[in-house]
Nanobody, 120 residues
Framework: QVQLVESGGGLVQSGGSLRLSCAAS????????MGWFRQAPGKERVFVGR????????YYADSVKGRFTISRDNAKNTVYLQMNSLKPEDTAVYYC?????????????WGQGTQVTVSS
């Protein structure tokens, strides 16, 4: 069982930056690929990006490519989402998720989410 807790959300002006963190419990964190998703008000949850268990492979949605960066520190059981050049349309609740197979699209564990609000 893996528990995920996001933090780092908040209010930021357009063009600003935020770094989200996702802390995981459990001793097998490095075995899990991690993903970030977001859900804007009134919309479905959508994929933002993912990172492999060893941190070597990453992949991003077109909407965030070049602005967002995912990294992880397996020694700290934490994955990060660095968000730069934020836009009002990035406003959403951001979730991290863990899955066994990188690129499968299947995630077994989810955090509770953290709110990111970008003002214009």
């Amino acid at each position: 069982q893996v528990q995920l807790v996001e933090s780092g959300g908040g209010l930021v002006q357009s063009g600003g930056s935020l770094r989200l963190s996702c802390a995981a419990s459990g001793r097998t964190f490095s075995n899990y690929a991690m993903g970030w998703f977001r859900q804007a008000p009134g919309k479905e949850r959508v994929f933002v990006g993912r990172i492999s268990g060893n941190g070597i492979m990453t992949y991003y949605a077109d909407s965030v490519k070049g602005r967002f960066t995912i990294s992880r520190d397996n020694a700290k059981n934490t994955v990060y989402l660095q968000m730069n050049s934020l836009k009002p349309e990035d406003t959403a609740v951001y979730y991290c998720a863990g899955g066994k197979y990188y690129g499968s699209g299947e995630y077994d564990y989810w955090g509770q989410g953290t709110q990111v609000t970008v003002s214009s």
